[in-house]
């Protein structure tokens, strides 16, 4: 009785599994039929367009040819050859062409792919030069460009990360590991705080603008920025879920332990441990400044507990994008800054407008970025 209940049962199954499959090619024969119908379609539509002056010239007899390619849109040598290739062959169809032969073979295209990923920094003009001498035929830097596009490599800017030694990784990737399974709550009561300086010459470069062909240096599509730099101001702030510190602009003069105490540690800091409690986490980037004998006591001092941050390890702290998000927005205004009191005013009103659901996403991807330096080890991230 077992054996028999069992046989059919897998009868089923398999009377199951042959409907499926059958319905399956149905469906797939009807998609394959749609395409071949729309191809030819589209075949007897071009044949269409490719006869019509080919009957009026047989209409009309032997007009200009000049003038039946004006009334169709055609050029009036294209209309001259078909038909010439009319009273030749009886049709004006064109034929099949396999199109101008390769310049590179195969074995050549390996090869070119091979060079390029041994060193990504070479031109394709350099890539060509060397496939000329390797393969004796002459290779054009236009050629080497299709043939990784057709691979898939593209010429791209590569992405500017800090130097990192093993030790540095390796510090990363311990601060990952005991990290990665914070809960949002724990990630709540950390203020993420962070320097950045913004001139009155920098560009994000991710401003984009429309312009014609031919317009490049219209002074409308011109942004006139100093190569070195220029007056700018050095900025302040920290950032936690459901709030931020005020900005912080330094006044001129350069940052030492004193100034970061009174300045940065007394007003600003100190707040938000009286707000939070016992529960609150401050985080830094070991700046020099940040690391002197005097903040050092005063933190110890107001009961401050400090996370221990790895050193060079600007992706895995969120108001990195803050401030990218800051020079975006000052990079996109209509009038952009042009003395030190309006950048001020500007980061300011920035600042404030800077909606909180964008600190909070960042603060809550700390889990992800985590686990993504994990994955490589501590090496770069794509954060």
């Not at 540095?168 to 962070?194: A, I, K, M, Q």
């Not at 401050?304 to 998000?325: G, Q, Y």
């Not at 800051?326 to 003395?339: N, Q, Y």
Request: charge should be positive; aromatic fraction near 10%.
């Amino acid at each position: 009785m077992y054996q028999h209940v069992k046989v059919m049962i897998w009868e089923y199954v398999v009377l199951r599994r042959c409907e499926k499959f059958y319905y399956g090619f149905v469906h797939w024969c009807a998609k394959i039929k749609d395409e071949v119908e729309k191809l030819a379609y589209q075949l007897n539509e071009e044949a269409e367009r490719t006869e019509r002056p080919i009957r009026r010239l047989k209409v009309e007899g032997r007009p200009q040819c000049d003038k039946c390619g004006c009334r169709v849109g055609i050029a009036h040598s294209i209309v001259s050859r078909l038909w010439r290739q009319f009273q030749t062959t009886g049709t004006a169809i064109r034929g099949f062409s396999s199109g101008r032969p390769r310049g590179t073979t195969p074995a050549d295209d390996r090869y070119i792919v091979l060079q390029t990923r041994r060193n990504r920094r070479q031109t394709a003009g350099e890539i060509a030069r060397h496939t000329t001498q390797a393969t004796g035929r002459p290779i054009s830097r236009f050629t080497v460009a299709r043939r990784l596009h057709d691979d898939g490599l593209f010429a791209r800017r590569p992405v500017r990360c800090v130097p990192l030694t093993p030790a540095h990784r390796r510090r990363r990737s311990l601060w990952c590991r005991e990290h990665r399974n914070w809960r949002d709550n724990e990630w709540g009561r950390v203020l993420f705080t962070d320097e950045s300086r913004f001139s009155l010459s920098s560009d994000s470069h991710r401003i984009l603008i429309w312009r014609e062909r031919g317009s490049r240096n219209h002074p409308l599509n011109i942004i006139e920025r100093d190569s070195y730099g220029g007056r700018g101001v050095l900025v302040w702030g920290g950032i936690m879920i459901g709030s931020r510190t005020d900005l912080h602009i330094f006044d001129a003069g350069s940052v030492n332990g004193t100034r970061y105490c009174n300045e940065i540690l007394l007003p600003y800091v100190r707040l938000f441990r009286g707000a939070m409690g016992l529960q609150f986490l401050f985080m830094d980037d070991n700046a020099p400044w940040q690391r002197t004998v005097a903040a050092e006591q005063l933190l110890e001092s107001e009961d401050i507990e400090c996370m221990d941050w790895p050193a060079r390890s600007p992706v895995l702290n969120t108001i990195k994008h803050v401030w990218n998000f800051l020079g975006r927005r000052l990079a996109a205004r209509t009038l952009p800054p042009v003395t030190i009191r309006e950048l001020r005013l500007a980061l300011q009103d920035e600042w404030a407008a800077m909606p909180q659901q964008l600190i909070d996403t960042l603060i809550l991807s700390m889990g992800r970025r985590c686990e993504t330096c994990l994955a490589v080890r501590g090496d770069h991230i794509p954060y």
